[in-house]
Each structure stands twice: as structure tokens, then as C-alpha cells.
């Protein structure tokens, strides 16, 4: 959960991304809160690196939003809302790569 007044972003760096490894994101999966607070998620922006994959619009009861990425390839997936004296909660972020297309990480 992030607080007002600060940068309202939640970002995670992917395996190998100090390295340079990118990945071809499908989707990222957001799991919302499930009490009377679920409206916070409303205009959470979902990106892949640099890229936008999409927008999260609130819709009541609903506590599975669905992001398609269409590839998008990058090191970190962030979601953010523009309004720095809103509050983020997310209860579980999943990012799905088809596995096929899963980079190698290089060992040293």
C-alpha cells in the first residue's frame, strides 16, 4: 500500500533485469482488495518497462482485473496512479510470460 503524498507506484524488478534481460509480458493479473476500499484500484495505469499495457477501471465487486501486455517486453512491471494523494493497494500482482519466450538469464 502506498501513502498520500508520496510517488503512488508500486513497481518489481523481474529476474535478470540488473543484467539487461527483458521479458514479452502476455498479461499482468491484479488482485484487488475485497473490502469497502476497492475503489482505490480505479485508474490504476499497468506498465512494462516504458510501456503502458493498459488501465484498470473500477467496477464494484469485481477483484480480478485482467491486463493484456501483447508482448510488451521489459525488466519492470510498475502500476501507478497519476493522483499522488490517492492510495494504491494491491493485494497480488501476477505477470504472466507464455514460457516459450522466457529469456535466459545469464550466470557469471
Same mark, same amino acid.
Given at each position: 500500500?502506498?501513502?498520500?503524498?508520496n510517488?503512488?507506484?508500486? #513497481?518489481v524488478?523481474?529476474e535478470?533485469?540488473?543484467?539487461?534481460? $527483458?521479458?514479452p509480458?502476455?498479461?499482468v +493479473?491484479?488482485?484487488n482488495?475485497?473490502?469497502d476500499?476497492?475503489?482505490?484500484?480505479?485508474? #490504476?495505469? &499497468?506498465?512494462?518497462?516504458?510501456e503502458?499495457?493498459g488501465? +484498470?477501471?473500477?467496477?464494484e465487486?469485481?477483484?480480478?482485473?485482467?491486463?493484456e501486455?501483447?508482448?510488451?517486453?521489459?525488466? $519492470? +512491471?510498475?502500476? !501507478?496512479?497519476?493522483? $499522488?494523494e !490517492? +492510495?494504491?493497494?494491491?493485494?497480488? &500482482?501476477?505477470?504472466i510470460v $507464455?514460457?516459450r519466450?522466457?529469456?535466459?538469464?545469464?550466470?557469471?
Amino acid at each position: 500500500m502506498t501513502q498520500p503524498g508520496n510517488k503512488t507506484q508500486w #513497481t518489481v524488478d523481474l529476474e535478470g533485469s540488473e543484467v539487461g534481460v $527483458k521479458y514479452p509480458v502476455e498479461r499482468v +493479473i491484479v488482485y484487488n482488495r475485497a473490502d469497502d476500499k476497492q475503489e482505490r484500484i480505479n485508474n #490504476t495505469k &499497468v506498465w512494462v518497462g516504458d510501456e503502458m499495457c493498459g488501465q +484498470i477501471t473500477y467496477q464494484e465487486g469485481k477483484k480480478v482485473y485482467f491486463v493484456e501486455c501483447g508482448g510488451a517486453a521489459g525488466s $519492470k +512491471i510498475s502500476l !501507478s496512479l497519476e493522483d $499522488k494523494e !490517492s +492510495i494504491l493497494t494491491l493485494c497480488e &500482482v501476477q505477470v504472466i510470460v $507464455k514460457s516459450r519466450n522466457v529469456p535466459n538469464i545469464p550466470t557469471y
